[in-house]
């Protein structure tokens, strides 16, 4: 069946980096565009980068902008999303979902903490 | 950027009631808006797309509408698997595929 499944999250303390991982099956991931969705504790959802489907179009929310890198390797199935210089802010859950336009797939999220 | 603002933030209902979630846009975004539901450590669900158009497996007790600004997601006859969190987002203008702030929908 369709899924995505995310992994990758975890406690790192501010200024650290981060990888979260996002592997897709059950369809042809290198047809669809990919989004990061991440929610903080209590609050709302806030879209944070998308990618095209081949790789060469990537967007970002302007509060993670030069600090998290999206990318994809169709070959792997795999979606990412490299988070560099955290911040206590960037704590949430991060969902990754499928679509360019509305987001019909989305994967169960991976937790982030940052903390000293 | 394009504002999304969802009305009312909050809202008590009974089973069996009919239910609208109101969601304004800053700027014209034609029919490029999502509706969202989403469950308490769950992840969001897609409902609604293009406005109006329901997503396969959503009971048609759901419904959405508008264009331009002004949108409306309508529960017909709410069922106690209905009470959550809803979301609008939209997806004319990027970066950033802007959601609003959400409306959760409580047991009265």
């Known amino acids: 069946q369709v899924q995505l499944v995310e992994s990758g999250g975890g406690v790192v303390q501010p200024g650290r980096s981060l990888r979260l991982s996002c592997a897709a099956s059950?369809?042809?991931?290198?047809?669809?565009?990919m989004h990061w969705v991440r929610q903080a504790p209590g609050k709302g959802l806030e879209w944070v980068a998308v990618?095209?489907?081949?790789?060469?179009?990537?967007y970002y929310a302007d509060s993670v902008k030069g600090r998290f890198t999206i990318s994809r390797d169709n070959s792997k199935n795999t979606l990412y999303l490299q988070m560099n210089s955290l911040r206590a802010e960037d704590t949430a859950v991060y969902y990754c979902?499928?679509?360019?336009?509305?987001?019909?797939?989305w994967g169960k999220g991976t937790t982030v903490t940052v903390s000293s | 950027a394009i504002r999304m603002t969802q009305s009312p933030s909050s809202l008590s209902a009974s089973t069996g009631d009919r239910v609208t979630i109101t969601c304004r846009a800053s700027?014209?975004?034609?029919?490029?808006l999502a509706w969202y539901q989403q469950k308490p450590g769950k992840a969001p669900k897609l409902l609604i797309y293009?406005?109006?158009t329901l997503q396969s497996g959503v009971p048609s007790r759901f419904s959405g509408s508008g264009s331009g600004t002004d949108f409306t997601l309508t529960i017909s006859c709410l069922q106690s698997e209905d009470f959550a969190t809803y979301y609008c987002?939209?997806?004319?203008?990027?970066?950033?595929?802007?959601f609003g702030q959400g409306t959760k929908l409580e047991i009265k």
């Open positions: 979902a499928r679509g360019l336009a509305a987001a019909n797939v």
């Open positions: 059950g369809f042809t991931f290198s047809s669809y565009a």
């Open positions: 990618i095209s489907y081949d790789g060469s179009n990537k």
């Open positions: 700027q014209g975004i034609s029919s490029y």
């Open positions: 293009a406005a109006s």
């Open positions: 987002q939209q997806y004319y203008s990027y970066p950033p595929y802007s």
